[in-house]
């Protein structure tokens, strides 16, 4: 009977037009129900959970969602959900009820999503992308992978997650049945659930017996803790619901002001394909590598870049010796221009001070100590290879800004020259033979400073006062991006322009959440920047973009729950992106940019049982 259903979907799938729901003679095909109960083992359950898209066609349903925030306070929303995954369609509705104002509208009708920000009154508008029209998902089993569901990636809703139950089921840990209750006036099978390195459950999960979906989760301290930090309930549902075309549709209200779709992961390339680069124009990716257990140690890994585009002669992760243990916050690597050594700040002390900053030679794996301060921010090198900047603070209130050679010659300070109204200053980067520095205090405006490196001579960047927003020069050094924000509108209005502050433009603009990182592509082409998409949830979803730096193609590559890092490959055909909290873990996944396909970093002895963060692309 179930090899029969599912060729019935299979057919169903491939034949139905996106606005047309199944028949109601579907509906009367019952699968075998999943049979949960206090007698179910670990196994069963986790496989009742991974099968569960197969045993309901469309669902409603509706619930609250309530997190429990670090200072005591809570945040709460209301949430409705229509789903019909065989056609791609669904509807979300979330409403903040305790300490969150804003309400929003997600829509899918097959063909576009259409975000709508009640509260703003402004409507995004996507077209659907063809890689999440996967109808009843079930992911495959892969050691050491994890498959989100496709199509709740476009919702990314808290509520919504709990129907796609597959989500809870592919990473390594014990489900512990504890008791049989009454949820939404269904009957659930009270699981608790332990990661495999903890001794206290993580999750506690209430999974409806018939169709193996969830109708309630408490979630416990990300280390295993009892503290609960968050709950979903579902109070109502209604399971294979028929639904009317108009349950999908942007309401008349919005459909004036929502503008013409936008690309979408699977629509149009990014860059035009071309074949895998040689095994040095490939380059290396360096990160740290945290076990989960307690006990083991960080270390520092690089995996080939060759590992990207050919999995097949992907050589083994390796480890890279260090002369320190890591036992305090970790920036990633900061590699010199041609790739031969990396810039790096951190204490080789128990307290944590003073900060050393360390060279890495590459190929004789060797560390060596240029410079010693009580603290050291993230280093920066010129963009030609000549110098390294870092800023210095005193651990008082103090800070300073000095340059040094690579061999640990011409240690000087910079930043005497900068107006002391303004300490303390941030240092952004490089442009040409200068740093960018601008003014930490607090405040909207105020201007942007040069500081030269050759006698440490400072200058306004600009005439004119602007938003003190980081500006990320273009490496071929014809082009400066930044983040213009109105405090009072709250927009984002990401802009280029070029260095005299002349010929702005407007490449994408945001309402709300916040922009970052921003980066630029080796040839100068392209931006890819994450926008933090602040709903009231208290889980801002992170959104990834591509745009080229006149504002054409603007596209969303990738959607996760944190943003970490972007990096661009060397030859500019991958974007690889760090997600610190995926359902997973903390992982590395690339976005190829001729195909739009997405895939998490792989490697012979790389496993996700380990959190992988602070990337750095070696050229």
């Not at 949430?79 to 997600?106: A, C, H, Y």
């Not at 190929?363 to 870092?390: C, Q, V």
């Not at 005299?500 to 603009?509: F, Q």
Request: some cysteine.
């Amino acid at each position: 009977m179930k090899r029969l259903l599912i060729l019935i979907l299979i057919f169903l799938t491939a034949c139905s037009p996106a606005s047309t729901p199944p028949p109601a003679s579907f509906f009367n095909l019952t699968p075998a129900p999943a049979d949960l109960g206090l007698d179910s083992t670990s196994e069963q359950i986790q496989h009742a959970l991974r099968e569960s898209a197969s045993k309901w066609i469309t669902l409603q349903m509706e619930g609250t969602v309530t997190w429990l925030m670090p200072d005591g306070s809570t945040q709460a929303v209301q949430e409705k959900v229509w789903l019909d995954p065989i056609n791609s369609r669904f509807k979300v509705e979330l409403v903040g009820v305790t300490n969150n104002p804003n309400s929003i509208i997600k829509i899918s009708d097959g063909t576009n999503i259409y975000d709508v920000n009640v509260t703003a009154s402004q409507v995004q508008t996507i077209s659907f992308p063809d890689f999440a029209r996967v109808g009843q998902y079930i992911p495959p089993l892969v050691e050491g992978e994890v498959h989100p569901n496709p199509l709740w990636g476009q919702m990314g809703t808290p509520l919504a997650n709990l129907a796609f139950a597959s989500d809870f089921s592919q990473t390594k840990g014990t489900f512990k049945p504890v008791a049989i209750e009454s949820v939404a006036g269904r009957e659930s099978l009270v699981v608790e659930w332990t990661y495999i390195d903890n001794s206290s459950p993580s999750l506690k999960l209430w999974i409806d017996t018939e169709i193996g979906i969830l109708l309630k989760m408490q979630e416990f301290g990300k280390s295993g803790t009892a503290a609960l930090v968050g709950e979903r309930v579902v109070n109502s549902i209604s399971i294979n619901p028929s639904f009317e075309n108009s349950v999908f549709s942007l309401p008349p209200e919005y459909q004036a002001i929502a503008p013409a779709a936008t690309n979408q992961v699977g629509s149009l390339p990014v860059v035009p394909e071309s074949g895998p680069p040689s095994e040095e124009e490939a380059g290396e990716l360096y990160f740290f590598y945290q076990p989960r257990q307690q006990g083991q140690s960080i270390q520092l890994v690089k995996v080939s870049g060759v590992c990207v585009y050919d999995s097949a002669n992907c050589p083994p992760l390796e480890i890279i010796p260090v002369p320190f243990p890591f036992n305090f916050t970790i920036n990633a690597l900061s590699w010199s221009p041609d790739g031969k050594f990396a810039a790096f700040s951190y204490s080789d002390q128990s307290n944590g001070s003073p900060t050393k900053l360390w060279l890495f030679d590459a190929a004789a794996k060797t560390w060596t100590s240029l410079a010693e301060f009580p603290y050291i921010d993230p280093p920066f090198w010129s963009p030609d290879g000549s110098w390294i900047a870092f800023r210095t603070q005193d651990g008082l209130g103090g800070e300073d800004v000095y340059v040094v050679r690579a061999d640990g010659s011409e240690l000087k300070s910079v930043s005497t020259d900068l107006p002391v109204e303004g300490r303390p200053y941030i240092m952004d980067g490089w442009y040409t033979e200068n740093i960018i520095m601008r003014s930490a205090l607090p405040g909207s405006a105020g201007s942007i400073y040069l500081v030269r490196t050759a006698n440490g001579q400072s200058r306004p960047m600009f005439e004119t006062i602007l938003t003190k927003a980081q500006f990320v020069a273009s490496p071929d050094a014809g082009f400066l991006a930044y983040d213009e924000y109105d405090y009072n509108t709250q927009n984002h209005v990401l802009k280029v322009m070029e260095p005299d502050g002349a010929n702005a433009v407007t490449i994408a603009s945001f309402t709300g959440g916040s922009i970052y990182p921003l980066v630029w592509s080796p040839d100068s082409s392209l931006i890819a920047f994450n926008y933090y998409r602040s709903f009231t949830s208290g889980e801002p979803g992170a959104e990834v973009y591509v745009v080229s730096r006149t504002g054409k193609n603007q596209s969303l590559v990738y959607k996760g729950t944190t943003v970490g890092r972007l990096l661009f490959s060397p030859n500019g055909k991958y974007l690889l992106v760090e997600e610190t909290t995926s359902i997973s873990g903390g992982h590395l996944f690339l976005v190829n940019l001729s195909t739009l396909e997405q895939k998490i970093l792989q490697a012979p002895g790389l496993s996700t049982d380990y959190d992988w963060y602070a990337p750095s692309w070696r050229p």
